[in-house]
């Protein structure tokens, strides 16, 4: 008999579809943690998708300084805003600025029928 705590089934929630975001492009949506929002992004980088929590980890603020814009303007890096950090789109590693070596905390995603969802345990968002 297994006494060990039970594992919380992954779920998802539709954040985006396929098709909806071109290249440099990003959408930001909101997850629950608890009782506790937290704002993340969708990121379209040469038509993948990636997806990371709105904090820079130097600061702990949000990158985006006018809404929802987080490219740099030759659409190459996601940049913070307030600090000039700038972080590769498919890891989230900050290459160049004050937190080089850190990176954006990312999210797993999943593409079921043109939706992209995002993965979280059941009772991250309630």
């Known amino acids: 008999m297994d006494h060990g705590k039970v594992g919380k089934t992954p779920k998802g929630?539709?954040?985006?579809?396929?098709g909806?975001?071109?290249?440099?492009?990003?959408k930001k949506f909101t997850?629950?943690?608890?009782?506790?929002?937290?704002?993340?992004m969708l990121v379209n980088?040469?038509?993948?998708?990636?997806?990371?929590?709105?904090?820079?980890?130097?600061?702990?603020i949000?990158?985006?300084?006018?809404?929802?814009?987080?490219?740099?303007?030759?659409?190459?890096?996601?940049?913070?805003a307030n600090h000039g950090a700038v972080f590769e789109?498919?890891?989230?590693?900050?290459?160049?600025g004050p937190c080089v070596g850190a990176s954006l905390q990312s999210l797993p995603l999943e593409v079921v029928d043109?939706?992209?969802l995002v993965r979280y345990r059941e009772g991250d968002e309630e």
Not at 20 to 26: A, D, Y
């Open 62 to 80: 949000n990158l985006d300084w006018i809404d929802n814009q987080f490219f740099t303007v030759d659409g190459r890096y996601l940049m913070c």
């Open 20 to 26: 909806e975001l071109t290249h440099g492009q990003t």
């Open 31 to 40: 997850l629950r943690r608890g009782k506790r929002d937290f704002e993340a």
């Open 45 to 60: 980088y040469q038509g993948r998708h990636f997806a990371y929590v709105n904090r820079c980890p130097h600061v702990g």
């Open 13 to 18: 929630k539709v954040v985006g579809r396929v």
């Open 89 to 96: 789109p498919p890891t989230g590693e900050c290459v160049w």
């Open 114 to 116: 043109e939706k992209v």
